[in-house]
């Protein structure tokens, strides 16, 4: 008798401490080289830095103004390139100032002047910039040089800044062959003529007016473009994306632990998830990257060591869903490349729910006949969720409090960010109650579609 109640409670045993552990879904791995946090620290500094594009002294030539539409909002008044190119095309000596290129046998220059008649002869008006720039390019900058500094003149569509998002300006001065490049991109952010005239504020105009230079200053856009080179490491990786976006993800180890001696449920009882944290492309306020995600906790219990045929017997083995509402990750690495030299911080801010109860059975407290136990029909009495929620309401009364987590250890190392754990006792219907968060590095092989 009693050595088949040890084999029993063994075989039961076994059972209870092998918790099932949700896998993890691998996705196809995005071949980005940055970590998430250099992932992170680059998306930020861009995001930082994308307002500059939307100045209306940027934005202004970047297709905001087109001076070749009567309803193109030029302070200088419509442009008609059709005279433009007449009045060119009269010039005594128009040819000379072609610009051509090499030209030794002249059908550049033949073809230069077939386009601008096109243009001079036109029946419709014209204001596609891209057709003056590519037919008419010489009448267009004299005419703009009348007013303006020699130099003025506006971009190809394709490098329109209207209506871009940051990750979309981000990925263009990843590609365009203009700034395909960490020093060309620094160059011409730093250096480049039209970029210094904007922040003049002057509208390149050669009769000055009162200046009205961008919000940002050239020192903060320095500071964001190089931030963000850097935060690469220096170079630009494929795919375009790397660098704008957070591929990667947190991971959000959970587990839980509970032993519960009372007379009314003797029972222990683990569980675990793991969840994947991923970044929504919304915006909030202040910039921040709001993570979010969701999974299953999977739960087992079963009775104690030293259950005898008295006790109610509790048993339960199944999932609840977890969800984490939102998540803001604050990493602040210690200075210096080195990924693993601890010393940083981590500041967190995490608030989840569990939806749902674990199902549990029970044959509650048994009654005694002849002298002998006798056991009740087992039914639903939910103990892992019971407790769980308990031992929240124990460290805080205050439902919104109960499932927020803050002030996290910061580990550092071996991918770990950081680590909660929360202890109770279940508001006193346990012995201990012990709940870990971990959270993780995510590896970016997650669902990583470009947003
Ligand atoms: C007759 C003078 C004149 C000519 C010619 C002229 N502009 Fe202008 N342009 C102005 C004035 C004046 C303003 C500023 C209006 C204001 O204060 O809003 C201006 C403003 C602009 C702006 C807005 C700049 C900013 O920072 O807000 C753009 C872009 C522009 N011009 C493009 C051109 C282009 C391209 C040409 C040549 C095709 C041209 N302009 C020819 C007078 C001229
Ligand atoms: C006079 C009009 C003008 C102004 C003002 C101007 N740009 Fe440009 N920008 C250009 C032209 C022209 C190009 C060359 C690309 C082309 O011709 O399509 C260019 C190219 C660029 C590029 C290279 C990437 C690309 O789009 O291919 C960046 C980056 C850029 N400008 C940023 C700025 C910023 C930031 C400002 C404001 C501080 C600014 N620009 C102001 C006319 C202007």
């Given amino acids: 008798m009693g050595l088949r109640l040890l084999v029993c409670v063994t075989g039961i045993l076994g059972t209870v401490w092998l918790v099932q552990q949700p ?37 202004n030539c970047h297709g905001a103004v087109n001076p070749f539409s009567r309803t193109g909002g030029h302070g200088g008044g419509y442009i008609d390139i059709r005279k433009e190119a007449q009045q060119f095309l009269k010039m005594p000596n128009f040819q000379t100032s072609l610009t051509v290129g090499a030209d030794p046998d002249g059908t550049r220059t ?18 596609d910039t891209d057709l003056i720039r590519q037919k008419a390019f010489d009448p267009m900058r004299k005419a703009c ?70 919000t940002m200053s050239f020192a903060t856009l320095e500071k964001y473009a190089n931030e963000w080179i850097d935060a690469m490491g220096g170079k630009f990786h494929r795919p375009p994306d790397c660098g704008c976006v957070v ?96 010393g940083g911080s981590a500041k967190i801010e995490l608030l989840y729910g569990i939806l749902g109860m674990s199902q549990e059975i029970s044959t509650g407290m048994h009654y005694m006949l002849n002298y002998k136990c006798v056991t009740n029909q087992p039914m639903l009495d939910p103990f892992w969720s019971t407790m769980y929620v308990s031992g929240r309401g124990e460290i805080s009364t205050d439902p919104m409090k109960m499932f927020l987590l803050k002030d996290w250890t910061y580990i550092g190392r071996d991918g770990v960010v950081a680590t909660k754990t929360l202890r109770s006792t279940c508001g006193g219907m346990c012995d201990e109650e012990v709940a870990t968060f971990t959270l993780k590095e995510g590896d970016g092989s997650g669902d990583s579609s470009p947003k």
């Fill in 23 to 59: 896998s993890l879904v691998q996705g196809a791995k995005n071949s980005c080289p940055l970590t998430v946090r250099q992932e992170t620290k680059a998306a930020k500094a861009f995001k930082n830095l994308a307002p500059v594009f939307q100045e209306p002294r940027c934005l």
């Fill in 247 to 342: 591929h990667g993800d947190y991971i959000l180890e959970f587990s839980s632990k509970i032993v519960s001696t009372s007379k009314v449920a003797p029972a222990q009882s683990q569980a675990s998830a793991i969840i994947r944290l991923e970044t929504k492309d919304e915006e909030v306020p202040n910039g921040e990257t709001k993570y979010a995600g969701q999974g299953m906790i999977g739960y087992q219990t079963g009775p104690l060591p030293k259950w005898n045929t008295c006790d109610p017997f509790v048993q339960g083995k199944g999932t609840v869903p977890m969800r984490v509402f939102q998540a803001f990750i604050h990493i602040d690495e210690p200075p210096g490349e080195s990924m693993v030299s601890p």
């Fill in 145 to 214: 040089k009348e007013c303006h500094i020699s130099s003025w003149i506006i971009p190809m569509r394709h490098n329109h800044f209207v209506g871009r998002s940051a990750t979309d300006m981000c990925v263009h001065m990843k590609t365009s062959i203009l700034t395909n490049q960490p020093d060309l991109f620094l160059r011409h952010m730093q250096d480049d003529e039209l970029v210094r005239e904007g922040f003049k504020g002057r509208r390149g105009l050669l009769d000055a007016i009162g200046p009205e230079p961008p």
């Fill in 110 to 127: 033949a073809k230069a002047i077939a386009q601008l008649r096109e243009i001079a002869e036109s029946a419709s008006e014209i204001s």
